[in-house]
């Protein structure tokens, strides 16, 4: 279903193998469930992280 594929995902798919696509956003989905985890935090959709410099 190409209309449900996030844009940064099919952008990645353009750029990369299939296997390679799907483990980096693997990787990124648990990157995200640790930091949940870890700070109690709840996911939220369209939350737009803070720019710390």
Do not use: C
């Amino acid at each position: 279903r190409p209309d449900r594929v996030p844009p940064s995902f099919a952008a990645l798919l353009e750029r990369k193998p299939m296997r390679v696509a799907t483990v980096a956003m693997a990787n990124k989905m648990a990157r995200i469930i640790w930091a949940l985890l870890t700070r109690g935090d709840t996911y939220q959709v369209n939350h737009v992280p803070a720019i710390t410099a």
